[in-house]
């Protein structure tokens, strides 16, 4: 991630405290952010981003991540938010009532919004990541 923030030195600081500030939230658990965060690189095949690691997962939930639809070593919680990640990196729009509804039964709606923000920035990495062919 830094090597993406470094390229932008007069944002960097301010960009960085705003990144990290996500791992931090109360309202969404720091591994739930870094499953989401590794599914949007998964689905946008960024290798880059595949590879970087914010949080250290169990090799299990690391390998199994294409298939934790059908995966027992997922959490609910997971789940819910690993399936509005898939929809939201689709299409944002698409997102259902209930796939919302899922999330905020889970985490409220301060997860929910926590959530669709973290996913923005993890999508705009990724697709920067891409861009720079890194």
């Given at each position: 991630?830094?090597?993406?923030?470094?390229?932008?030195?007069?944002?960097?600081?301010?960009?960085?405290?705003?990144?990290?500030s996500?791992?931090?939230?109360?309202?969404?658990?720091?591994?739930?952010?870094?499953?989401?965060?590794?599914?949007v690189?998964?689905?946008?095949?960024s290798?880059?981003?595949?590879?970087?690691?914010?949080?250290?997962?169990?090799?299990?939930?690391?390998?199994?991540?294409?298939?934790?639809?059908?995966?027992?070593?997922?959490?609910?919680?997971?789940?819910?938010?690993?399936?509005?990640?898939?929809?939201?990196?689709?299409?944002?729009?698409?997102?259902?009532?209930?796939?919302?509804?899922?999330v905020?039964?889970?985490?409220?709606?301060?997860?929910?919004?926590?959530?669709?923000?973290?996913?923005?920035?993890?999508?705009?990495?990724?697709?920067?990541?891409?861009?720079w062919?890194?």
């Amino acid at each position: 991630q830094q090597d993406i923030i470094d390229r932008a030195p007069t944002l960097a600081p301010a960009f960085q405290d705003f990144y990290d500030s996500f791992w931090q939230l109360s309202s969404i658990p720091p591994m739930v952010l870094e499953l989401c965060r590794l599914r949007v690189a998964q689905l946008h095949q960024s290798d880059y981003q595949w590879q970087h690691q914010q949080l250290e997962l169990s090799a299990e939930k690391r390998q199994s991540l294409s298939q934790w639809n059908t995966s027992s070593v997922y959490s609910q919680v997971e789940k819910n938010c690993l399936a509005f990640t898939e929809v939201y990196c689709m299409d944002p729009q698409a997102i259902t009532d209930a796939q919302a509804e899922a999330v905020k039964s889970e985490l409220g709606d301060a997860g929910l919004v926590a959530l669709i923000e973290a996913l923005g920035v993890f999508y705009g990495m990724t697709r920067v990541s891409q861009l720079w062919e890194l």
